[in-house]
């Protein structure tokens, strides 16, 4: 179809005239597009260090699964097929609309390879590809103006919607659909009244619609249509081209880069200066994001990647309960301060502080970590790096919010947010009805164990949480673990600290924890609390291999060295909470869920938002202690979850979460009708036991507490 044997004499004549023309648009386009992406550039130029080199295989196939694949589109099922669609005629599109650039000026250009039966394949497909690509148009702008899905919506105070930008640009590509449909079909039809052998058109397509309309159509004029659209193609795409980089779409160019270099490690932070090791952290001058040229590069390439498709803020818990953060928006903001500050007429303005600019303490406080967000974005831009940098620089300027002062100083003097004694530490283990069963080795130097339980300050300190202490011990136990505790030794494993942006507070509980761990002579480390597993694993360095306890426990069920009593509560329906540090951030979703259905007649249901969609209570940690701005709690929110789910039991395998949840029963007047557990509690109550250890370990407590939903009461979540 791209042969030019359709050529009339006058039109030879007028064509070679018209090839300045032609050469001009595309010297001026490719020399506008070069110019705005070089300005584009610079403030990439100018940012942060940012290590993202490595693995160039891995980052290979995760461009073919998450660019070329669109692996994470299909989570939005419409919005995804859509997008599939578009992306799908965009790549059959390229070789045509390459080959399109060139046509006019080499009258007999085709791509290698695209003649003959090869080329007329391609072209039906191509037909087909610009048909469905307009129609996806015309529903994505029909989506955005009539339908709206919530999350398009721009909250108050989150600064404008990109609507008419992202219509303009909906509307500048179904004119290039069109344009590239009537130039196939002008030229189709055009031969055919010339009686030339013509091509197929694909059945019911755009062009072959245009060809049908167009048959009646005198020659002169079909050649005419046929320039006139070709000149609208050419002038419309290298306006789209030059366009893109002012807006969302910017990200058609940008993508495929944001892929390769995206993150390669959950879990992981960011060092604060990539090129500086923590030896010579006390040489940087300031610490983390102040002004945005303090972001690293590949996070400005985020900013430049956004689609504005508003999935993380979807997502994100923070978001749902009201806090003053939208992840979607801390990027706009962001990439509308670089278009602002880095004009591509005119020079760059002087950087200014970030915070108390474009975004606020609040929402730089407001995120719990969870990960949502990073989870659901299709173009995996980054967010807890972010965070946490702009954290590291409020927190360097001494702007800590007041309601984390006193943990933070307590963490400093005692290695624990609640300024307990470190002698107090083991005290869990030394109640009376537990250490008469189970006694828990203390490694100081005496005793020696394989396997280190680290417990972390959460669950030695607070009383409700200790209970998870003596389960976690009792497990190890029942499987002939050789274990032992830390005790007076082990500090907060700082993992939170980390992710408030206390970065030098972090370091020396991390130091302290590696040297007596190093000391212990343990070999292995269990943990049955994901922040300080995902420390252990993330954070430090030079120790041995960790596990959480459900990791433990679903090898042990698998090997039959844990077997189960039957629930007897038949009333009892249990759900399971994913704990955003051993879900998302580690991947752990199946192991608590094999261990509970391990446990005969144990009902359980999913709640909608499980596993990697799972709901944050509202952060571990730090986030104990603060009092952000919310309507509601994040924690009541997720009970509600699991009542609609229709459980009455969630199961969660997190202090933290057990801390919110229980909470969370409380406000949402659930208590006596919802009870939470931990996995190791309930796993503790439920295994059968050596004869001589059953009756005298089953945790009263714990006992009771299932016991309290063992009566249907009023049915919950409505
Ligand atoms: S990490 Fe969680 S809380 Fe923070 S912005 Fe993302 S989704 Fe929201
Ligand atoms: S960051 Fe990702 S998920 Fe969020 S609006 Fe942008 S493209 Fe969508």
């Known amino acids: 179809m791209l042969e030019s044997t359709y050529i009339p004499a006058q039109a030879g004549r007028w064509l070679s005239q018209w090839q300045i023309l032609f050469l001009t648009i595309h010297a001026l386009g490719i020399a506008c597009f070069g110019y705005i992406v070089a300005k584009r550039m610079v403030p990439l130029l100018r940012a942060e260090r940012d290590f993202r080199f490595d693995q160039p295989l891995v980052r290979l196939g995760r461009v073919l699964q998450f660019w070329l694949g669109q692996w994470k589109h299909p989570r939005y099922r419409t919005a995804g097929v859509i997008h599939i669609v578009i992306f799908a005629g965009f790549i059959v599109l390229a070789c045509r609309a390459f080959s399109l650039l060139f046509f006019k000026i080499s009258g007999d250009f085709l791509m ?25 148009m015309v529903i994505a702008a029909t989506r955005r103006l009539v339908f709206k899905p919530a999350r398009y ?50 059945v019911l397509s755009l062009p072959w619609i245009l060809k049908s309309a167009l048959a009646s159509t005198s020659l002169p004029t079909l050649w005419n249509i046929r320039l006139g659209a070709y000149l609208l193609h050419q002038v419309t795409f290298y306006f789209l081209l030059c366009y893109r980089p002012f807006g969302i779409q910017f990200h058609v160019e940008t993508s495929l880069f944001n892929v390769y270099f995206a993150k390669l490690n959950r879990g992981t932070l960011k060092p604060v200066r990539w090129d ?110 972010k965070i946490v940098d702009l954290r ?146 993330h954070d430090y360095k030079d120790v041995p291999p960790v596990e959480h306890i459900s990791q433990v426990i679903a090898r042990e069920v698998k090997a039959g060295k844990v077997k189960f009593n039957p629930v007897e509560n038949q009333t009892a329906v249990y759900t399971y909470h994913d704990p955003c540090y051993l879900g998302r951030h580690n991947q752990i979703y199946d192991d608590p869920r094999d261990v509970l259905d391990a446990i ?62 229980e909470d969370a029963i409380k406000v949402a007047g659930l208590e006596g009708r919802m009870t939470a557990i931990d996995l190791a509690e309930l796993v503790d109550q439920q295994m059968i036991r050596q004869v001589c250890a059953t009756v005298s370990v089953n945790p009263p407590d714990r006992v009771a507490q299932q016991e309290s939903i063992l009566e249907p009461k009023t049915a919950i979540g409505g």
């Open 112 to 136: 290698p390879g695209f003649s003959g039966t090869t080329g007329n394949i391609y072209d039906v497909i191509t037909d087909y590809a610009a048909t469905m690509v307009f129609f996806c």
């Open 153 to 202: 919506a721009v909250p108050p105070g989150y600064g404008k919607a990109h609507t008419v930008d992202a219509i303009f640009l909906l509307v500048l590509i179904a004119v290039l659909m069109v344009a590239d449909s009537l130039f196939a079909a002008s030229t189709v039809a055009g031969r055919f009244q010339q009686g030339e052998p013509v091509e197929a058109l694909a």
């Open 276 to 385: 500086v090791s923590d030896e010579h952290l006390d040489q940087v001058e300031s610490f983390g994001v102040k002004t945005f040229e303090d972001f690293t590069w590949k996070h400005i390439l985020d900013f430049y990647s956004c689609a504005d498709c508003g999935r993380c803020s979807d997502n994100c818990p923070s978001h749902a309960v009201g806090r003053p953060l939208s992840p979607r928006f801390l990027t706009i903001k962001a990439r509308d301060y670089s278009f602002k500050h880095y004009p591509v007429l005119g020079n760059a303005g002087n950087g200014t502080a970030l915070v108390g600019g474009i975004y606020s303490d609040d929402e730089v406080w407001s995120c719990t970590t969870c990960g949502a967000c990073e989870e659901e974005c299709p173009l995996l831009v980054e967010y807890i790096d």
């Open 392 to 537: 590291r620089g409020l927190i360097d300027d001494g702007n800590v919010p007041q309601s984390l002062q006193k943990p933070l100083k307590a963490l400093e003097s005692r290695g624990n947010p609640y300024g307990k004694m470190e002698k107090k530490k083991a005290e869990w283990a030394k109640a009376k009805d537990f250490q008469s069963t189970c006694d828990v080795k203390i490694l100081d130097g005496n005793r020696q164990a394989d396997t280190l339980y680290f417990v972390d300050s959460i669950t030695s300190y607070d009383d409700r949480m200790q209970s998870i202490g003596r389960s976690t011990a009792r497990i190890l136990d029942h499987v002939g673990e050789n274990y032992g505790i830390l005790g007076a030794a082990e500090r907060d494993s700082g993992h939170e600290v980390r992710r408030f942006g206390e970065e030098t507070l972090f370091m020396a509980l991390r130091d302290h924890n590696v040297e007596a761990i190093q000391a212990s002579g343990a070999r292995r480390i269990v943990t049955a609390d994901p922040h300080s597993y995902n420390a252990l694993k």
């Open 600 to 661: 005969p007649g144990l009902k359980r249901v999913e709640m909608k938002r499980s596993r990697d969609r799972s709901f944050c209570c509202g952060g571990g940690g730090l986030m104990l202690f603060y009092e952000p701005k919310e309507d509601q709690r994040m924690g009541v929110k997720r009970v509600q979850m699991a009542a609609e789910a229709g459980a009455n039991v969630i199961v969660t395998a997190c202090p933290f979460c057990m801390a919110n949840i």
